[in-house]
């Protein structure tokens, strides 16, 4: 499944579901490594 398959409507009840969960506290999410572009430019390289 891609993101772009993904309801709006569907989103919202999984940010509801992970607020109601986590509260007051954070969520933190990983993210792809960084990597240099052109010596220059740093950018996200999705490795998937």
Not at 25 to 38: D, K, N, Q, W
Request: glycine share 6%; aromatic share 8%.
């Amino acid at each position: 499944m891609t993101i772009d398959h993904i309801n709006p409507t569907e989103y919202q009840q999984r940010r509801e579901q992970l607020m109601k969960k986590i509260g007051q506290g954070t969520a933190i999410f990983r993210s792809a490594p960084s990597a240099v572009m052109h010596n220059d430019v740093e950018y996200v390289r999705f490795v998937g």
